[in-house]
């Protein structure tokens, strides 16, 4: 019986790691979701900016 105990008692642990590791990994995913989305936003806003500026850069500033 001791050894049943033992085992149970190792894979609790285990169990308990787990969960905390997955905690970790989700918040890490989480953070890295939204950099994402603000990487997102700002690679719309300089591609505007971009489009914005294409009519004025069609004259060169010597003509």
Request: hydrophobic share 30%.
């Amino acid at each position: 019986m001791d050894s049943l105990t033992k085992r149970l008692d190792e894979l609790e642990i285990r169990a308990s790691y787990q969960d905390r590791l997955l905690e970790e990994l989700n918040a890490v995913v989480t953070d890295c979701n939204l950099r994402i989305d603000q990487l997102t936003r700002q690679n719309r806003q300089l591609q505007d900016m971009v489009k914005n500026l294409g009519g004025s850069l069609d004259e060169s500033p010597d003509e």
